[in-house]
């Protein structure tokens, strides 16, 4: 059973940056599209950022594009989100998730399973 162990968040001001880390058991790193979701008090879980699984092609949802930065190193088993600029409305419980898959482009954000047990992000005004 594959594992995935966030890390990472924490408390941080508005305009403060913050990088998480996701860290994949196992030898089949590199056959795995990655992503990061959320979810805030009260909402469901949302589609952040998603890499291929060599790191070539990747998808943001619009409200993080020019802010958040997704990345993988494929010898340490581990994918990152970097979040710069964050905003009260990024609070929330980060987790990674992955899909088999060695295509090109990044699948779709509903493939995504395995998740990981999440990180909190606080963001405060």
């Known amino acids: 059973q594959v594992q995935l162990v966030e890390s990472g968040g924490g408390l941080v001001q508005a305009g403060g940056s913050l990088r998480l880390s996701c860290v994949v058991s196992?030898?089949?790193?590199?056959?795995?599209?990655m992503g990061w979701f959320r979810q805030a008090p009260g909402k469901e879980r949302a589609f952040v950022a998603s890499?291929?699984?060599?790191?070539?092609?990747?998808s943001y949802t619009d409200s993080v594009k020019g802010r958040f930065t997704i990345a993988r190193d494929n010898a340490k088993n581990t994918v990152y989100l970097q979040m710069n600029n964050l905003k009260p409305e990024d609070t929330a419980v980060y987790y990674c998730?992955?899909?088999?898959?060695?295509?090109?482009?990044?699948?779709?954000?509903?493939?995504?399973?395995?998740w990981g047990q999440g990180t909190q992000v606080t963001v405060s005004a």
């Open positions: 998730a992955l899909v088999v898959s060695r295509l090109e482009q990044v699948p779709d954000p509903r493939r995504f399973g395995s």
């Open positions: 196992g030898s089949n790193f590199r056959n795995y599209a």
């Open positions: 890499i291929s699984y060599n790191g070539e092609a990747t």
